[in-house]
């Protein structure tokens, strides 16, 4: 993963879902209140909001996959009537190699201070 791809998925976490997210376990995270997050970004920009459904879509689906949660609840969340495109499947693979990272960076600092 190139420092650029690392850096736009470490910036869309940092500043668009940590500050909605940050202090829910994932399970606290629904279809409601993902729906109201994309709402209030929507207002400001059809971009961010984009970003953070594809990033959030990501996410979860991640997180069903390795077990952390059973269903997805993007699945339930409403797609603004309008049926989603697939769109460039490298930025989303970028995307999930991101977190990816983060994830192993995560369980390391953990695993540091259980020592």
Partial sequence: MSEATYARCERLVRTQLT????????GEITADRIEYHLA????????????????????FAFAVGEGVILSNPMEVAAAD??????????VYRELVR???KLRRDERRRDVGHDR
């Fill in 19 to 26: 500050p909605a997210f940050g202090d829910l376990t994932i």
């Fill in 40 to 59: 209030a970004q929507r207002a400001a920009s059809e971009e961010a909001a984009a970003s953070s459904r594809g990033a959030i879509q990501l996410l």
């Fill in 81 to 90: 009537g309008v049926p989603g495109r697939l769109g460039d499947l490298s």
């Fill in 98 to 100: 991101g977190r990816m």
